[in-house]
Each structure stands twice: as structure tokens, then as C-alpha cells.
């Protein structure tokens, strides 16, 4: 079973910041099978970043992906105010199909 | 463009079933898998089922496995998930997805509905 572990588990910093998340698996996993999402209070997740580094459709060139194997990196180089929310990774494997990390929530400094 | 609808959420009692649907709509649903997620209150994400384009292929996370049942009608545009033995642990947002073992990500998700098991 793949695990995914985020850190920090908050990240508080103000606009116009960098901000660097980290997901690590407990297993090797491919890069096209890992993810990041982004959620705001009451809405659903969005898709940010897929196969590792690829943005979604619509995603600002502000958000990046990168890593390989157990420790993949998600980047916001400069925070927007609509940038402050909560983040997951997720990855796909064998057992469970899909698992997602715990998150790391942005926050305003 | 892409609208995932979810509907048949509610109150339930432990024990009880609850029958999920999700209307799609602004792209060709046969070509697409398609999976449930959800979200405890204040809690984290867990995929729970997922199916494939043709309903040939189904898996279902080993928390629901056996309880529920992921079904699709390509002709409808519409997904399905059955939801039997519900107890506590099941209350949760649930997501209807599009995605699965195609593509290995959830490119669009509908805004949720809400299931709560409560005696």
C-alpha cells in the first residue's frame, strides 16, 4: 500500500511569496501517476498539476510540479490572494487505486 | 462545458442504503472513466470507487467494498453509486468525478452531496 505524506501540514506566508509544498510516498511512484489538487472552504477540489509537472488546463503559470520517484514538489512562485487554500497530492497505484496525502493548508501570514 | 450534477444525497439511519446519481454533461461520457470521492467533515479525501468506460472494469476501495456498487448509463450520461450498510464512518461529501484508471487523475468534479448516517 502506497502512503502519501504532505509537508508542512500549514504553510503560512504572505502574498507575493513562494511557496513550496512536499508529498512523499512510501513506494516509488511513477510520474505520470501523481497529482496536486487545490481546495478553497466549500467548494470542491481542482485539478492543479497531473503527471507530475503537466498544469491543468487554466491553471496560472505561477503553479508548478516537479520531483520523482517518493518526493514530488508542488510550487506557487508568487502567492496570489485566491491562492491561500488547502492542497492535496494523490497518487495511483495498485492498493489502494487512489490515495490522496492529508494536505497542507496555505494560509495568510 | 463539463457539469457533473450529483443528486440523492441525504439523512439516512446506520444500516439503511442511499442511491447516488450523477447527471454529466458538456462532454462524451462513454469516453471517459468515471469515479466517486469523498470527504468527511473536516476531513481529507478518500476515492471510493471508480469505473471504466464501459462498465466493464469496476474497483471500489476495500472501506466500501462489498456495501456499495458503482454503476453507469452511457446512454443517460449518468452515474450511480448504491450505498448499503451505511454506517457512521460512511457520512461524508461525495464527489462524482470524472476519471479513473484511463487517465490517473480527476480532471472535473461535481460540487458534492452531502450523506449523513445518524441514528
Known amino acids: 500500500e502506497i502512503v502519501l505524506t504532505q509537508s508542512p501540514g500549514t504553510l503560512s506566508l504572505s502574498p507575493g511569496e513562494r511557496a513550496t509544498l512536499s508529498c512523499r510516498a512510501t513506494q516509488s511512484v511513477s510520474n505520470y501517476y501523481l497529482a496536486w489538487y487545490q481546495q478553497k472552504p466549500g467548494l470542491p477540489p481542482r485539478l492543479l498539476i497531473y503527471a507530475a509537472s503537466s498544469r491543468a488546463a487554466g491553471i496560472p503559470d505561477r503553479f508548478s510540479g516537479s520531483g520523482s520517484g517518493t518526493d514530488f514538489t508542488l510550487t506557487i512562485s508568487r502567492l496570489e490572494p485566491e491562492d491561500f487554500a488547502v492542497y492535496y497530492c494523490q497518487q495511483y497505484g495498485s492498493s489502494p487505486l487512489f490515495s490522496f496525502g492529508p494536505g497542507t493548508i496555505v494560509e495568510i501570514k | 462545458e463539463v457539469q457533473l450534477v450529483e443528486s440523492g444525497g441525504g439523512a439516512v439511519r446506520p444500516g439503511g442504503s442511499l442511491r447516488l446519481s450523477c447527471g454529466a454533461s458538456?462532454?462524451?461520457?462513454?469516453?471517459?472513466?468515471m469515479s466517486w470521492v469523498r470527504q468527511g467533515p473536516g476531513k481529507g479525501l478518500e476515492w471510493i470507487s471508480g469505473i471504466y468506460l464501459n462498465a466493464g472494469s469496476t474497483r471500489y476501495a476495500d472501506s466500501v467494498k462489498g456495501r456499495f456498487i458503482i454503476s453507469r448509463d452511457n446512454a443517460k450520461n449518468s452515474l450511480h453509486l448504491q450505498m448499503n450498510s451505511l454506517t457512521a464512518e460512511d457520512t461524508a461529501f461525495y464527489y462524482c468525478?470524472?476519471?479513473?484508471?484511463?487517465?490517473?487523475?480527476?480532471?472535473?468534479w461535481g460540487q458534492g452531496t452531502l450523506v449523513t448516517v445518524s441514528s
Open positions: 468525478v470524472r476519471g479513473y484508471a484511463d487517465r490517473y487523475y480527476f480532471d472535473y
Open positions: 458538456g462532454f462524451k461520457f462513454d469516453d471517459h472513466g
